[in-house]
């Protein structure tokens, strides 16, 4: 498995290495990435949307914003427009994705 570490003081909930391969891509809008982690089969239905540093996560169903990282409110507000108006996509690519 491809993977890359993480820079000494960043860390993620499943360790320091980070499998690109397992971060399946299923939109990219303007300069937002969205992405579901292979490791989150186990919890309710969401996407991951990132721009350069920043980060949010996103439930799909219904559409709420779980956290968010580096962006400021406005921006939290234009992603989540965007992730309402591709809601449907998301929450079919998550069940294609994970099978269920």
Do not use: Q
Not at 19 to 26: A, K, M
Not at 41 to 58: L, M, Q, S, T, W
Not at 64 to 77: P, V
């Amino acid at each position: 498995m491809l993977g890359v570490r993480l820079p000494s003081g960043i860390g993620n909930l499943w360790g320091e290495y980070v499998h690109w391969n397992t971060l399946p891509t299923v939109l990219r809008s303007g300069p937002y990435r969205f992405f579901f982690y292979s490791a989150d089969r186990d919890e309710p239905p969401h996407a991951h949307v990132e721009r350069d540093e920043c980060g949010a996560k996103f439930w799909l169903d219904p559409l709420r914003l779980e956290s968010s990282r580096g962006f400021d409110r406005a921006e939290i507000r234009r992603i989540e427009r965007l992730a309402g108006e591709k809601a449907a996509f998301l929450l079919r690519a998550w069940h294609e994705y994970f099978g269920d």
